[in-house]
Protein backbone atom coordinates (compact mmCIF):
# COMPACT_ATOMS: atom_id res chain seq x y z
CA UNK A 1 0.00 0.00 0.00
CA UNK A 2 1.28 3.46 -0.96
CA UNK A 3 2.63 4.95 2.18
CA UNK A 4 3.78 8.69 1.75
CA UNK A 5 1.89 11.56 0.99
CA UNK A 6 4.04 11.98 -1.73
CA UNK A 7 3.35 8.71 -3.21
CA UNK A 8 -0.29 8.73 -3.10
CA UNK A 9 0.04 12.36 -4.91
CA UNK A 10 2.38 10.83 -7.57
CA UNK A 11 -0.49 8.12 -7.93
CA UNK A 12 -2.89 10.65 -8.52
CA UNK A 13 -1.24 12.44 -11.39
CA UNK A 14 -0.16 9.41 -13.24
CA UNK A 15 -3.68 8.33 -13.00
CA UNK A 16 -4.90 11.53 -13.93
CA UNK A 17 -2.50 11.84 -16.79
CA UNK A 18 -3.26 8.46 -17.94
CA UNK A 19 -7.10 8.98 -17.76
CA UNK A 20 -6.76 12.70 -19.47
CA UNK A 21 -4.50 11.46 -22.34
CA UNK A 22 -6.59 8.48 -22.93
CA UNK A 23 -9.78 10.80 -23.56
CA UNK A 24 -7.11 12.55 -25.98
CA UNK A 25 -6.44 9.31 -27.72
CA UNK A 26 -10.11 8.55 -28.09
CA UNK A 27 -11.32 12.45 -29.63
CA UNK A 28 -8.17 12.07 -31.90
CA UNK A 29 -9.45 8.72 -33.38
CA UNK A 30 -13.52 9.73 -33.30
CA UNK A 31 -12.23 12.83 -34.99
CA UNK A 32 -10.33 10.89 -37.95
CA UNK A 33 -12.67 8.19 -38.34
CA UNK A 34 -15.15 10.86 -38.74
CA UNK A 35 -13.36 12.22 -41.32
CA UNK A 36 -12.40 9.96 -43.23
CA UNK A 37 -15.61 7.74 -43.29
CA UNK A 38 -17.06 11.20 -44.87
CA UNK A 39 -14.11 12.90 -46.98
CA UNK A 40 -16.30 15.28 -49.11
CA UNK A 41 -15.53 16.50 -52.08
CA UNK A 42 -11.63 17.25 -51.27
CA UNK A 43 -10.83 13.48 -51.86
CA UNK A 44 -9.46 10.88 -49.67
CA UNK A 45 -6.11 11.91 -49.91
CA UNK A 46 -7.06 15.15 -48.21
CA UNK A 47 -9.32 13.53 -46.05
CA UNK A 48 -6.44 11.50 -44.61
CA UNK A 49 -4.01 14.59 -44.20
CA UNK A 50 -7.09 16.60 -42.98
CA UNK A 51 -7.71 13.62 -40.17
CA UNK A 52 -4.26 13.49 -39.03
CA UNK A 53 -4.15 17.34 -38.52
CA UNK A 54 -7.84 17.83 -36.99
CA UNK A 55 -7.59 14.58 -35.00
CA UNK A 56 -4.18 16.19 -33.08
CA UNK A 57 -6.00 19.12 -32.37
CA UNK A 58 -8.87 17.00 -31.36
CA UNK A 59 -6.29 14.87 -29.20
CA UNK A 60 -4.65 18.57 -27.73
CA UNK A 61 -8.04 19.84 -26.70
CA UNK A 62 -9.49 16.70 -25.12
CA UNK A 63 -6.51 16.66 -23.10
CA UNK A 64 -6.68 20.62 -21.94
CA UNK A 65 -10.67 19.47 -21.35
CA UNK A 66 -10.54 16.58 -19.50
CA UNK A 67 -7.53 16.91 -17.40
CA UNK A 68 -8.80 19.23 -14.80
CA UNK A 69 -12.40 17.76 -15.26
CA UNK A 70 -10.76 14.27 -14.03
CA UNK A 71 -8.10 15.81 -11.48
CA UNK A 72 -11.72 17.09 -10.11
CA UNK A 73 -13.30 13.87 -10.43
CA UNK A 74 -10.29 11.70 -8.81
CA UNK A 75 -10.11 14.32 -5.69
CA UNK A 76 -13.85 14.63 -4.94
CA UNK A 77 -14.85 11.50 -5.81
CA UNK A 78 -12.16 8.72 -5.98
CA UNK A 79 -10.40 9.47 -2.41
CA UNK A 80 -13.32 8.87 -1.00
CA UNK A 81 -14.28 6.19 -3.05
CA UNK A 82 -10.43 4.40 -2.23
CA UNK A 83 -11.46 5.20 1.40
CA UNK A 84 -14.58 2.99 1.06
CA UNK A 85 -12.79 0.41 -0.59
CA UNK A 86 -9.29 0.10 1.24
CA UNK A 87 -11.78 0.10 4.79
CA UNK A 88 -13.99 -2.37 3.02
CA UNK A 89 -11.34 -4.95 2.16
CA UNK A 90 -12.36 -4.81 -1.42
CA UNK A 91 -8.70 -4.18 -3.05
CA UNK A 92 -8.63 -5.90 -6.24
CA UNK A 93 -7.68 -4.53 -9.40
CA UNK A 94 -11.55 -5.45 -10.69
CA UNK A 95 -13.05 -3.29 -7.88
CA UNK A 96 -10.91 -0.49 -7.83
CA UNK A 97 -11.09 -0.83 -12.50
CA UNK A 98 -14.83 -1.20 -12.42
CA UNK A 99 -15.79 1.25 -9.92
CA UNK A 100 -13.76 3.71 -11.38
CA UNK A 101 -15.46 3.48 -14.99
CA UNK A 102 -19.25 3.23 -13.85
CA UNK A 103 -18.28 6.75 -11.97
CA UNK A 104 -16.51 7.85 -14.49
CA UNK A 105 -20.02 7.35 -16.92
CA UNK A 106 -22.29 8.60 -14.41
CA UNK A 107 -19.71 11.87 -13.65
CA UNK A 108 -19.58 12.23 -17.37
CA UNK A 109 -23.34 11.92 -18.44
CA UNK A 110 -23.88 14.41 -15.63
CA UNK A 111 -20.96 16.98 -17.11
CA UNK A 112 -22.01 16.48 -20.76
CA UNK A 113 -25.37 17.10 -19.72
CA UNK A 114 -24.40 19.95 -17.80
CA UNK A 115 -22.50 21.65 -20.50
CA UNK A 116 -23.77 20.33 -23.66
CA UNK A 117 -27.03 18.52 -23.63
CA UNK A 118 -27.81 15.65 -25.66
CA UNK A 119 -24.20 14.80 -25.95
CA UNK A 120 -24.33 12.72 -22.40
CA UNK A 121 -25.02 10.03 -25.05
CA UNK A 122 -21.30 9.16 -25.38
CA UNK A 123 -20.36 9.07 -21.07
CA UNK A 124 -20.32 5.07 -21.69
CA UNK A 125 -16.73 5.93 -23.28
CA UNK A 126 -15.63 7.12 -20.68
CA UNK A 127 -15.79 3.97 -18.94
CA UNK A 128 -11.72 3.25 -20.47
CA UNK A 129 -10.00 5.89 -19.18
CA UNK A 130 -11.80 5.57 -15.83
CA UNK A 131 -10.86 1.99 -15.76
CA UNK A 132 -7.52 2.56 -16.28
CA UNK A 133 -7.12 5.21 -13.67
CA UNK A 134 -8.96 3.10 -11.14
CA UNK A 135 -6.38 0.14 -12.68
CA UNK A 136 -3.11 2.53 -12.20
CA UNK A 137 -4.29 3.46 -8.51
CA UNK A 138 -4.54 -0.28 -7.45
CA UNK A 139 -1.46 -1.26 -9.38
CA UNK A 140 0.81 1.63 -7.38
CA UNK A 141 -1.11 1.15 -4.25
CA UNK A 142 -2.23 -3.09 -4.09
CA UNK A 143 0.17 -4.81 -6.83
CA UNK A 144 2.59 -7.77 -4.73
CA UNK A 145 5.96 -5.90 -4.72
CA UNK A 146 8.40 -9.38 -5.70
CA UNK A 147 11.42 -8.63 -3.68
CA UNK A 148 14.44 -8.92 -5.70
CA UNK A 149 16.05 -12.49 -5.83
CA UNK A 150 18.38 -13.11 -3.47
CA UNK A 151 22.24 -12.92 -3.95
CA UNK A 152 23.94 -16.48 -4.64
CA UNK A 153 25.50 -18.10 -1.92
Known sequence: ?????????????????????????????????????SPGETGLGNALGGGLLFGLLAALYGFIISFPVYLVGLIVVGI???????????????????????????????VFRLLA????LAAPLLAIPGGLAGWIIWRRS?????????PPS
Open 80 to 110: PTWWILHNSGRTSVGAFSITAAIESVIAGAI
Open 142 to 150: YRPLTPPPA
Open 117 to 120: PGTE
Open 1 to 37: MIKSMSDRLGTLIIANVLAASTTAGMSAIGMWISIIV
